[in-house]
């Protein structure tokens, strides 16, 4: 059964929804029950079919339903009136390599999928524009977050005015680092004391990757009172949710996405 779950904006954007799917009635299947993820590990028709259910859910064609094929890097693809007119091996080949989605088009469902990283969705009001980040730690790290609202502004957007929330992840007591982690937020030029704390009985460095980011959108111009954080941790909730902490890797992932409707 497909159910979603409501990604709120501070402000709601006209004719804009945010959400995440659950994962229905998960059961001990690392896949089960619902994955739109087609590249760790799951089987095609399944995915295929869970993606048909979202479509028909939304009532929109399969072709317009959008999602990258991840790898934890900051690159943005913007998905235009061309990109929806490609071939499905055109399409896939675009979205290679692509962290995040920005599109100007109506009744477009852009969306990521995530096990723990932080699913970051963005709009501007005046121009209509919408946009999907997936922001692991390395996504973080590497500003994905600035990548995409600076693509926005090149398309006509002010971040003044856009509203941003960040979805279903991994919740700062559960995410666990190593200090060669830290480091690499250290030395790009986050500041530690405002998102890392340790475990006073392990010892142990903790990132709050959702704060890493709202002040990184924060940076950008995005007002602080435009950002919300869902209070949905992954890792707390591996029925509800994938969690790659507790499934593995070879799990299904949590779709989160956004739609304009016209
Ligand atoms: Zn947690």
């Not at 709601?12 to 059961?27: E, I, Q, Y």
């Not at 830290?182 to 006073?200: A, C, P, S």
Request: hydrophobic share 40%; charged share 20%; net charge positive.
């Amino acid at each position: 059964m497909l159910l979603s779950e409501p990604l709120q904006f501070a402000t709601p954007v006209k004719g804009v929804s945010a959400f995440n799917l659950t994962r229905g009635d998960a059961d001990s299947n690392p896949y089960g029950e619902i994955n739109l993820c087609d590249y760790t590990g799951d089987n095609v028709i399944h995915v295929v079919t869970c993606r048909a259910m979202l479509c028909e859910h939304l009532r929109i064609p399969i072709d317009h339903l959008v999602m990258p094929r991840q790898t934890h890097g900051n690159r943005v693809a913007v998905i235009d009136h061309d990109f929806i007119q490609l071939s499905f091996d055109e399409r896939s080949e675009r979205l290679q390599g692509i962290d995040a989605l920005i599109t100007p088009l109506a009744g477009v469902c852009i969306g990521v999928n995530t096990a723990d990283c932080v699913p970051i969705v963005i709009a501007d009001p005046a121009t209509g524009l919408i946009a999907v980040a997936h922001a692991g730690w390395k996504g973080t790290v590497s500003r994905i977050a600035t990548q995409v609202v600076q693509r926005m502004v090149q398309l006509g957007a002010n971040p003044a005015n856009m509203q941003a929330a960040m979805g279903v992840s991994i919740c700062n007591r559960c995410f666990e680092v190593g200090d060669e982690v830290v480091e690499q937020f250290r030395t790009n030029g986050f500041d530690l004391r405002r998102i890392m704390h340790r475990n006073r009985n392990t010892h142990k460095a903790h990132i709050n990757l959702q704060k890493a980011n709202l002040l990184t959108l924060h940076e950008t111009g995005i007002p602080l009172a435009n950002i919300t954080i869902a209070n949905r941790c992954s890792r707390c909730n591996p029925h509800r949710y994938f969690s790659a902490r507790r499934l593995g890797i070879n799990s299904g992932r949590t779709f989160t996405a956004i739609i304009r409707r016209p």
